[in-house]
């Protein structure tokens, strides 16, 4: 699936579960969501209370990648 194909959402992470895995909290769902590779080679730390977007699978709206962490 293509970057493009994904839905952005915005949302609070409220969780670190480890090993890159975060929760994020949106509108009304939570989502886990890993870093995208982009925001690791950079070594942008992502800490709970962030905000951020994350990219979703139309397929699986449980499951996502953070793709931009706002200041």
Do not use: Q
């Not at 509108?27 to 730390?45: H, P, Q, Y």
């Amino acid at each position: 699936m293509a970057r493009s194909d994904l839905i952005e959402v915005e949302g609070v992470v409220t969780r670190s579960l480890g090993f890159g895995v975060m929760e994020v909290e949106c509108k009304d769902m939570v989502i886990k969501a890993k870093s995208s590779g982009k925001l690791l080679n950079r070594n942008i730390k992502i800490m709970v209370g962030d905000r951020v977007k994350v990219g979703v699978s139309p397929y699986d709206p449980t499951h996502g990648i953070v793709t931009w962490r706002f200041k």
